[in-house]
Structure formats: C-alpha cells, structure tokens
C-alpha cells in the first residue's frame, strides 16, 4: 500500500543535504526519519512529531518545519504532495556582557551582520524595548565584531541556551 503523501525534494535541498552530508554523517539518519514521518502524518495530527506550521509565511518558503536531531527540515503541503525545500541550520549569537541572545539563520558569512541586526531587533522589539532605543542599537551595530570566546562562563551559558533550542525549534 503506497504512502498518504508523495514526499519531493527541491534541487536546492538535494545540494545543501549533499553538502551537509559531508560534514554531519548524523544526518542520514535523522532524513530516513523525516521522510517516513512526512509520507504518513505531514500535519502533525498525532502530535507524536516535532512539526511546527510557521506563521506568516508563505507557501512554497516551507510553511511547516520538522525538528529531527539538531536539524530543522522546512517543507510544504500541496494536496498529497509534500515538498522539502530546505535543511537549516542556524547560529547562535550571545552578548558577552548581558547574556542577551539571538539566533539568525545560518547562510553566507557576509550577511551575518545584517541577519544579526534584523533578529536583535525582533528580539528588542518582543522584550518590547522602545522604539527609539531599538534604532539607536542598530545604528550603533554598523562596525560590529564576532568572535569566539575562551570564557567558562559564556561557554556554559551558550550550551544551555542550545538545550533551549532544540526544545523550542
């Protein structure tokens, strides 16, 4: 008996899961996972999986994300289809002095900072900072620095902050 759901991948997914494959053998497993998951329960009706539908997006930039092992799969549903678009990855980033996090996805180096600016605002905004305070910090973030840390302290607060994530996402 075949499937509920027919399950497709993009070309863009097949190069990132290729590419990531290579670094994370880990991965093929949690995939296998995905997919069975995916061609039997895509909604979450049995609330037995890590689905999330993701509010205000639109159709065919992954409305719904699974969590399997430190992955996140974003997909689409169109009838009994259902369409992988991505793997994601993303990257934390934590104020040293304040502890105050934000976590951005994870792409091309040389946007980093912009990505950073945009999730320190939301992250301001939902902490519901004021307005003026908010643009202020962004416009200080024009010359801004990342760096690893040899702080015990930090290390700590950052892996449990990790733990967090992979409950949340």
């Known amino acids: 008996m075949a499937p509920p759901f027919a399950v497709f991948v993009t070309a863009r997914f097949e190069r990132d899961y290729r590419a990531l494959l290579k670094r994370h053998s880990a991965l093929a497993t949690d995939y296998a996972t995905v997919i069975d998951v995916l061609c039997t329960d895509p909604y979450n009706r049995t609330r037995q999986h890590a689905i999330k539908?993701?509010?205000?997006?639109?159709?065919?930039?992954?409305?719904y994300r699974m969590r399997s092992?430190?992955?996140?799969?974003?997909?689409?549903?169109?009838?009994?289809?259902?369409?992988?678009?991505?793997?994601?990855?993303?990257?934390?980033?934590?104020?040293?002095?304040?502890?105050l996090s934000?976590?951005?996805?994870?792409?091309?180096?040389?946007?980093?900072?912009?990505r950073f600016a945009t999730g320190l605002k939301a992250v301001l905004t939902r902490l519901q900072i004021p307005e003026e305070v908010i643009a202020g910090e962004v416009r200080e973030m024009r010359d801004v620095a990342f760096g690893t840390t040899a702080s015990r302290s930090v290390l700590g607060t950052m892996n449990d902050y990790v733990h967090h994530i992979e409950w949340a996402f």
């Open 69 to 99: 092992g430190r992955f996140r799969f974003r997909y689409d549903i169109d009838g009994s289809s259902v369409l992988v678009t991505k793997p994601q990855h993303v990257v934390l980033l934590v104020n040293e002095a304040t502890r």
């Open 102 to 114: 934000v976590v951005v996805p994870a792409r091309h180096l040389s946007t980093l900072p912009t």
């Open 53 to 63: 539908k993701l509010e205000e997006v639109a159709a065919g930039d992954g409305q």
